[in-house]
């Protein structure tokens, strides 16, 4: 691949763009021209308009335009004079030119992309494929990859869908982008166009198929008003060729059709979904289908009537049939009331246990949807034995881009390897290759559909997601879908190159900073494979190991004063590792042989049971909390260094959230380790653990309209106690004097920044101004927000090199505002080099 880092390194930093862009900005590349024959000419075969062919004809066009600066001409026929694109599908290829090569291998959604010959061909099994030919082709421009290439590219899986949580109402359940470009008020919006630029990037990843609602569906977008609307959805993502699809409650034909019953066998109640699903096809003729979430959280579904899941699942099935559609039917169904007292019961051995012997009873359009762990998008998960327990059924995996345990896009995160590892993981089912990723495609079992759901939470923010870094995570669940044998790297480095241009050194940093995100941010959250251990019963988003135990959810980690881990064994434990097929039914079995980082997965054991690495779990707990918040606060000075290669808004944008990432990886560090340190007793070797000398607490300075207050849960401030102000329109102020000997230093105050106030904070030290701030995260984080001082709020503010006289008054004035009382948990004085 000929990559023109060199001449391209001196690109300009474009003015003010439009970042919804996102990697579709097509960003000028200079000297294009001497390295290929620009286009100038485009015969599209058959543009009709509205067709994705018509619509890659405009894309080509303003892509071309843009990159190299020269527009092109439409055209009827090539001529022999300058280069010319021809795009259409191979049906129209072959009428006009004969029969392409390679175009008999093409399946559906494939192409043909030739730059080889003196114009450039781009065919298509279908439209869609034409149109996904010729985003690559731009793709490749983009990225200064001029180098001719001819042949086949075919998808491994025909369903590569996004799963929408959008509410009626216009909210996102776990979205951090900003409100839905779908729904308003309970109905579908009327004004499409952020619709038809969302269908745009998803195209561009070749993905197929959007379900637009939440998995907890509302009955009643079936209204007449919103199936008018639902057919505005699919029209706006037609010319891209991304199909709508929804999600469905159960319960419907009772809650809003006023039927007695939603027993899936009785007639009627059949009758009903037949008739509703033909009054949809009627406005949407190509709906690609329905997701459905039944008996699954509170969820109504067959269960209520003592039906299968099967037949839950087949009642849609035979309605969406004669339209061609398909019925993706989660797996993610488990008693969320389960009893801890009890040593076997086991919320992952749920998927398997409902869904074993319905084995061949699904019919042919029906594929089960399985998330790619067996509990809840944990920070780690081995995979779903489901995968290998379903040999008769179309299978697809369901992935969260939306990190909804994984820092909410305020935490850089980039999933490309969690979820290459999963793909990657062979089963070994009957003792053969089985790798997750060919059972998804329908290829191991020899199952006719299968493939990828990605749970996405775009919303209407700038930026889809919320945050721009966010976005590497979407391109990497397009291009996995497609292929999932592509590296994550270079996944992610194709990303930087059209996100970020060419710069090297700008490549390098981001490219480190990605990849060591996920390893990061597993050492400060939960290890060993104890899952995320944030709090799973409020926002998903800071702290809470206490929150997994003593409740129905089955998140356990069952950690007394001596130990920790779920017993998955089969000899003593729930039985879990004998789910999966024997080979790796052995592996999981025996402790010697579990990989350290699905340790407390699978076993429960000792704080002091030695890992291969010869750490006890307790050390490795502590060590690798430091060393990821360590890693978070290295991102701040990478991104730094990146200053002036980036442009200003993209710059501020990724700094702001980089700190605050560093800042919430040690309230992250130090809840966990206190946590641990409190229930186990075993002091950290390295002695670092509650004992935090650069401190000052809050609690312990001189307070004036503030009074102390003890923080639940207790971890969640260092020493236990913040302070507040006594009241809600009191301005509080916490005076001490600096004990440190004279120096420079970093000054970062930890405060808590909760959702329903911006309260105001000054910190004066020797009666000089250090900073000023306002409590008003809910405006420039993402994240669920918190109503309480807890490990959502706790936030951390730092001024950096601060001259500082030993003695001089350090002063903090907080202002309350709304219900959030200026809290503040303490001050820290940092020393070059030092963090804490
Ligand atoms: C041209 O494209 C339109 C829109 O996709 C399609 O309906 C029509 O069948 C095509 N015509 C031919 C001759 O292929
Ligand atoms: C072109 O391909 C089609 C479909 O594969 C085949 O039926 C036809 O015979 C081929 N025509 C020529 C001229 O090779
Ligand atoms: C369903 O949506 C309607 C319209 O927004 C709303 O009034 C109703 O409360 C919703 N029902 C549920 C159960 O959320
Ligand atoms: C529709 O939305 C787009 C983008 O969100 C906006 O630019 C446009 O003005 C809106 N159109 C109308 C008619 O409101
Ligand atoms: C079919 O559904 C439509 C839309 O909800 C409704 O107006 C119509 O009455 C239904 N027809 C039958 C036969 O139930
Ligand atoms: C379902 O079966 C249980 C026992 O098998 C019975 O108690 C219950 O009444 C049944 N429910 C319905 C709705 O038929
Ligand atoms: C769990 O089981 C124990 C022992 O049988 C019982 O005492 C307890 O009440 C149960 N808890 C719940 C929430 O059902
Ligand atoms: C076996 O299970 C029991 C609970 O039934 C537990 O208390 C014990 O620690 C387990 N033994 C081993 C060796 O893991
Ligand atoms: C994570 O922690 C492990 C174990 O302590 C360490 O080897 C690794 O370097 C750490 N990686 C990051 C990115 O924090
Ligand atoms: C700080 O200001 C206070 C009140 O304005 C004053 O009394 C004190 O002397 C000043 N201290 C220093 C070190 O300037
Ligand atoms: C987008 O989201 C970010 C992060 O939540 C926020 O700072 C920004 O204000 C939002 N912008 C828009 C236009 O919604
Ligand atoms: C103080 O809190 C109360 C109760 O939450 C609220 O009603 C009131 O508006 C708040 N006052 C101010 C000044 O924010």
Sequence with gaps: MRILIATLALLTLGAAEDRSQAWLRYAHVPNAAQHISVPSRIVALNATSGSP???????????????TGQRMQRKRSPDQQSTTIIIGTSDAY???YGNLTGSEDLVEDGFILDTESSNVIIVGQNERGALYGAFEYLSRLAQGNFAPTAGVQNPQAPIRWTNEWDNLDGSIERGYGGASIFFRNGYVVDNVTRVAEFARLLASLRINGVIVNNVNANASLLSDRNVEGLARLADAMRPYGVQLGISLNFASPQTFGGLSTFDPLDPSVDAWWA?????IYERVPDMAGYLVKANSEGQPGPLTYNRTLADGANMFAKAVNPHGGIVMFRAFVYDNHINETNWKADRANAAVEFFQDLDGKFDENVVVQIKYGPIDFQVREPPNPLFSTLRYESTAIELQITPEYLGQNDHLVYLGPLWKEILEYDLRADGRPS??????????????????????????????????????????????AWD??????????????????????????????SMRSWPAYENYSGNLGIQTLTDIVYTHFGPNPASQDNNGWGQWTRADNFSIGMDRTVKNGT????????????????IETTPDN????????????????????IQHFYDAHYEGAAVAQEFVKQWESLKGKIDQERYENVLFEQKFQAGHSLVWRDSINIFYYNLSEIADENNRVGNHPYRIEAENMALSGYKTYAVSPFHTASGFTAIITTSNTTTGVATTNAAFASGTYDVAVNYYDLIGGRSKYQLQIGNRTVGQWVGDAEDKLGHAPSIYLDGHSATRITFN????????????????????????????????????
């Design 53 to 67: 062919i018509s619509t890659a004809q405009q894309e080509l066009k303003r892509g071309i335009k843009s990159i």
């Design 94 to 96: 072959a009428k006009q």
């Design 275 to 279: 008739n509703i699903t033909n009054v």
């Design 435 to 480: 790798k997750v990723k060919d059972i998804v495609t329908g290829k191991r079992f020899k199952q006719p559909l299968g493939g990828y759901a990605g749970v996405v939470g775009a919303g209407s923010n700038t930026t889809w997601l919320g945050s721009h870094m966010a976005l590497s995570n979407l391109y990497a669940y397009g291009r996995l």
């Design 484 to 513: 999932a044998s592509l590296d994550p790297q270079a996944i992610l480095q194709d990303w930087i190159r059209l996100t970020f241009g060419f710069d090297e050194q700008v490549m390098s940093t981001i490219t480190d900073m």
């Design 575 to 590: 039985g879990n590792a004998g789910q999966y097929p024997p080979e790796i039914a052995a592996m999981f079995e025996d």
């Design 598 to 617: 699905l340790l407390l997965w699978f076993h429960h054991v000792p704080y002091t049971q030695k890992l291969k690495s010869g750490k006890t779990v």
């Design 801 to 836: 090199g601060v001259q500082v006289q030993q003695g001089d008054e350090v002063r903090i004035t907080g202002q309350a505002d709304g219900i959030e009382p200026a809290p503040l948990d303490y001050v820290s004085f940092l020393p070059p080099g030092i963090v804490d």
